[in-house]
Nanobody, 120 residues
Framework: QVQLVESGGGLVQPGGSLRVSCAAS????????MNWYRQVPGKQRELVAT???????YYAASVRGRFTISRDNAKNAMYLQMNTLITGDTAVYYC??????????????WGQGTQVTVSS
């Protein structure tokens, strides 16, 4: 059974930092593109950052320069370091793992999400 479990969310003041983690089981993250998404009530889930298997990274414009995505294949985990947080970063953050298998089928898994609240 595949599980992606996020942790590290919480309440932080504007300008502060937070690191969220994603621990995977049942899959080998080294062969997956790993992603962080976020969602606020009433809005679509948006892609925040991506780290493919070659470890090149992609960031949404709204977080570039403030957030850093990383993966640790040995620990089967992924992280999102968030610095200089603003109130607009308040959302539920979701871990996502995605790949295309040898038959061309999409394999995709989601975590349950962790709440990040930026407020004074």
């Amino acid at each position: 059974q595949v599980q992606l479990v996020e942790s590290g969310g919480g309440l932080v003041q504007p300008g502060g930092s937070l690191r969220v983690s994603c621990a995977a089981s049942g899959i080998n993250v080294s062969i997956y593109t790993m992603n962080w998404y976020r969602q606020v009530p009433g809005k679509q889930r948006e892609l925040v950052a991506t780290v493919p298997i070659d470890s090149r990274t992609y960031y949404a414009a709204s977080v570039r320069g403030r957030f850093t995505i990383s993966r640790d294949n040995a620990k089967n985990a992924m992280y999102l370091q968030m610095n200089t947080l603003i109130t607009g970063d308040t959302a539920v953050y979701y871990c996502n793992a995605r790949r295309i298998d040898g038959l061309g089928q999409l394999l995709e898994y989601w975590g349950q999400g962790t709440q990040v609240t930026v407020s004074s």
